[in-house]
């Protein structure tokens, strides 16, 4: 399953079993896409009126905007977090593979999933409790899978340094929500994973 098909399949597309999308998949793509560029105030009329249908029609398939933010951030996470392992898992003994993997997984995610990530930066505070524990514990998992291969590749390097870096290497593979389209898609991916690499793999010495 490719990182584009489950972001999708949590946003509005195909699933990995490639059944069509539901009404509620195509309620919940532009409710993300209505959330990441207007923020958190749209209310459920506006995306009622965006989905043709009215906002209390909406709650047949959502509880209210908390549930719209749950449903679309937290299938992302449990997709990274397979995702890092699968690509880990496929490269045992291979530090300098496993993370030029990763970095492909992730800058195609980034690059396919803008408007989720910036729901992400933005507006994750906004859920409860409970499913934003969920979220922030995936994310914690799928670190520790670049910390692994960080500390591989960096002997001596302290885990919370590696978290340090990774975070870092994040922050820029997620820009993509806020780079212009002059470059073509094609370009961009490579422009990010050469940057991200090179961070990485750049000495952690004092």
Same mark, same amino acid.
């Given at each position: 399953?490719?990182?584009?098909?489950?972001? &999708?399949? #949590? $946003?509005?597309?195909?699933?990995?079993? =490639?059944?069509?999308? +539901?009404?509620? !998949?195509?309620?919940? %793509?532009? @409710?993300?896409?209505?959330?990441?560029?207007?923020?958190?105030?749209?209310?459920?009329?506006?995306?009622?009126?965006?989905?043709?249908?009215?906002?209390?029609?909406?709650?047949?398939?959502?509880?209210?905007?908390?549930?719209?933010?749950?449903?679309?951030?937290?299938?992302?996470?449990?997709?990274?977090?397979?995702?890092?392992?699968? &690509?880990? #898992? $496929?490269?045992?003994?291979?530090?300098? =593979?496993?993370?030029? +993997?990763?970095? !492909?997984?992730?800058? %195609?995610? @980034?690059?396919?999933?803008?408007?989720?990530?910036?729901?992400?930066?933005?507006?994750?505070?906004?859920?409860?409790?409970?499913?934003?524990?969920?979220?922030?514990?995936?994310?914690?998992?799928?670190?520790?899978?670049?910390?692994?291969?960080?500390?591989?590749?960096?002997?001596?390097?302290?885990?919370?340094?590696?978290?340090?870096?990774?975070? #870092? $290497?994040?922050?820029?593979?997620?820009?993509?929500?806020?780079?212009?389209?002059?470059?073509?898609?094609?370009?961009? @991916?490579?422009?990010?994973?050469?940057?991200?690499?090179?961070?990485?793999?750049?000495?952690?010495?004092?």
């Amino acid at each position: 399953m490719t990182v584009g098909q489950q972001t &999708r399949g #949590a $946003a509005g597309g195909a699933t990995g079993s =490639g059944r069509r999308r +539901s009404r509620r !998949d195509e309620i919940l %793509e532009i @409710a993300v896409g209505l959330f990441a560029t207007r923020g958190y105030h749209v209310s459920m009329d506006d995306i009622g009126a965006a989905a043709g249908v009215t906002g209390p029609a909406l709650y047949h398939h959502f509880a209210g905007k908390e549930a719209m933010l749950a449903a679309a951030l937290i299938p992302v996470s449990e997709g990274l977090l397979e995702g890092g392992r699968e &690509r880990a #898992a $496929a490269h045992p003994e291979d530090p300098r =593979g496993t993370l030029e +993997s990763l970095i !492909d997984f992730h800058v %195609e995610f @980034a690059l396919a999933n803008p408007a989720v990530i910036a729901l992400h930066l933005h507006e994750l505070d906004r859920l409860p409790d409970e499913p934003r524990r969920t979220i922030r514990r995936l994310q914690r998992l799928y670190v520790e899978q670049w910390v692994t291969v960080l500390t591989a590749l960096h002997p001596g390097l302290p885990a919370g340094e590696a978290r340090v870096l990774a975070h #870092a $290497a994040f922050g820029l593979m997620n820009s993509t929500p806020f780079l212009g389209g002059e470059v073509d898609r094609q370009r961009r @991916a490579a422009l990010l994973r050469a940057a991200t690499l090179a961070a990485l793999l750049a000495e952690t010495d004092a």
